[in-house]
């Protein structure tokens, strides 16, 4: 079992900028890609960027040149690194991780950007 636990989430201005952590515990040392979603309200869940366990990372379009993920293995942590926020990326942000064949989840962190 792994847990996850996410942090970081605030209100802040368009324009303005966060750091979402999600710290996690438990059965960690099979830890693959770790990921990060996001669901806004009355919207399905999209995904917003995952790094392997190598540090290769991905990125969904609207993260592109604005948002960096990032992971320290040795802490457990996984960090996203939001730059120029803007309205449309309020949501409650969740991260992921895979370990052992199963996916995992956290509870989320609410982003709230305001314009």
């Known amino acids: 079992q792994v847990q996850l636990v996410e942090s970081g989430g605030a209100l802040v201005q368009a324009g303005g900028s966060l750091r979402l952590s999600c710290a996690a515990s438990?059965?960690?040392?099979?830890?693959?890609?770790i990921g990060w979603y996001r669901q806004a309200p009355g919207k399905q869940r999209d995904l917003v960027a995952t790094i392997s366990s190598g540090g290769s990372r991905y990125y969904a379009d609207s993260a592109k040149g604005r948002f960096t993920i990032s992971r320290d293995n040795v802490k457990k942590m996984v960090y996203l690194q939001m730059n120029s926020l803007k309205p449309e990326d309020t949501a409650v942000y969740s991260c992921t991780a895979r370990a052992s064949g199963s996916d995992y989840w956290g509870q989320g962190t609410q982003v709230t950007v305001s314009s």
């Open positions: 438990g059965s960690t040392a099979s830890l693959g890609t």
